[in-house]
């Protein structure tokens, strides 16, 4: 006679299955209207499995976010040899990363981030402090290849990049095209850190 049995996921078959359940509900629902008893049924699981590690939403949206944005990026950092197109070759990566679901929930931490202290310093701490050391990482190596000055940067930018990204997501619901990418390095990004002037004409002008 055979039985039944019930498979019940677990480790990172079930942490997958968590975050791909928690990605559409937030999606649809965004943070507030989001609950856990229906991520954990769209994941198959129950919900103690999920308080078990997140003790509300807020907290695996956060997760959620931060670990897909870097485990979909490359393993190393680009290194190409040239500044301009590390830089790039980084925000493209980013925008394509953000044009979707991910970007959605992005929206919905920084809304949840202005009315929770602690939820706005963990993402500081854990999205916005890696952006910036990503940034310094390449600049460092540019100093060191002589295309820039070696001197200290401004922190405010380190944090240019990420956000003007985020400013457009935030305004108008969509991230800036390759072209705009480009223009953001050529004509802001470069200039700042001491590079040459690249004149290029903004996109949709």
Known sequence: MV??????RRGDVLREAVVDAALI?????????????????????????????????????????????T??????PPDSGSLREDMVTSLTTF?????????????ELISEAAHDPSLALEFQTRFGQAKQVEVLG??????????????PVDPYVLELP???????????????????????VDTMMLPLLGMARLETLAPGR
């Open 95 to 107: 925008t394509g990363q953000l044009d979707g679901g991910l970007g959605v929930v992005l929206r």
């Open 138 to 151: 390449m600049l460092q190596r540019a100093m060191a290849r002589g295309e820039i000055p070696a001197q």
């Open 3 to 8: 039985q039944n049995c019930v498979i019940r």
């Open 25 to 69: 509900e937030i999606a649809e629902r965004g943070v507030r209207g989001a609950s856990m008893d229906r991520i954990a049924k769209r994941a198959g699981t129950g919900k103690a499995a999920l308080y078990r590690r997140w003790p509300n939403v807020r907290a695996l949206a956060l997760d959620v976010f931060v670990t897909t944005l």
């Open 162 to 184: 990420a956000a003007l990204i985020i400013h457009q997501l935030l305004l108008a619901g969509s991230v800036p095209s390759d072209a705009q990418v480009q223009h953001i």
């Open 71 to 76: 485990e979909s990026l490359p393993p190393e």
